[in-house]
Antibody, heavy 114, light 110 residues
């Protein structure tokens, strides 16, 4: 059974770069699209972007200028970078497998505060 | 920019049937939008209930069903139970690799 494990820094200062990684265990990255989603405190889910195992990406237009999603097939993991963070980027960040959406990470809380 | 719409809140009586919908601020939802539905309780990751309009995710009881109704995606819960009280989200595929989540529906069972 495929599981996703997330890790990365949970406390950032304004203007820093958020960096999270999602490891895929019990299965392969191949053949799927993989997504990052976030949820600000008390609010709904927001799709950030996706990556295919081949490296192709698509991003939420509202975040596109600050987001980079990358994949490392040798390590079976994919990563999110979000630059120039502000308090509005404070959220729980989830990774997930798209289309069947059957696999989700447990979420990483990221707080942006000076 | 197209907005995905959901009812902010809905109530259902225990044992009753309820339908949550997922629409577009402009246009109609069809199966080409690959609507998916998620259940989320506070502090937890979303749990996928339905994907691709009407395919039940593994382990999801058959009292949860997905469909297209009156130009919207719909999630119907039959025989509502107390532990169905949660937030429910839908997501739609807009094409060109872009997905958009709805704002969520808070379901109360009382």
């Amino acid at each position: 059974q495929v599981q996703l494990q997330q890790w990365g820094a949970g406390l950032l200062k304004p203007s820093e770069t958020l960096s999270l990684t999602c490891g895929v265990y019990g299965g392969s990255l191949s053949g799927y699209y993989w997504a990052w989603i976030r949820q600000p405190p008390g609010k709904g889910l927001e799709w950030i972007g996706e990556i295919h195992h081949s490296g192709g990406t698509n991003y939420n237009p509202s975040l596109k200028s600050r987001v980079t999603i990358s994949v490392d097939t040798s390590k079976n993991q994919f990563s999110l970078k979000l630059s120039s963070v502000t308090a509005a980027d404070t959220a729980v960040y989830f990774c997930a497998r798209e289309w069947d959406w059957d696999v989700w990470g447990k979420g990483t809380t990221v707080t942006v505060s000076s | 920019q197209t907005v995905v719409t959901q009812e902010p809140s809905i109530s259902v009586s225990p044992g009753g049937t309820v339908t949550l919908t997922c629409g577009l601020s402009s246009g109609s939802v069809s199966s080409s939008y690959y609507p998916s539905w998620y259940q989320q309780t506070p502090g937890q990751a979303p749990r996928t209930l339905i994907y691709s309009t009407n395919t039940r995710s593994s382990g999801v009881p058959d009292r949860f069903s997905g469909s297209i109704l009156a130009n919207k995606a719909a999630l119907t819960i039959t025989g509502a139970q107390a532990d169905d009280e949660s937030d429910y989200y839908c997501v739609l595929y807009m094409g060109s690799g872009i997905w958009v989540f709805g704002g969520g529906t808070k379901l109360t069972v009382l």
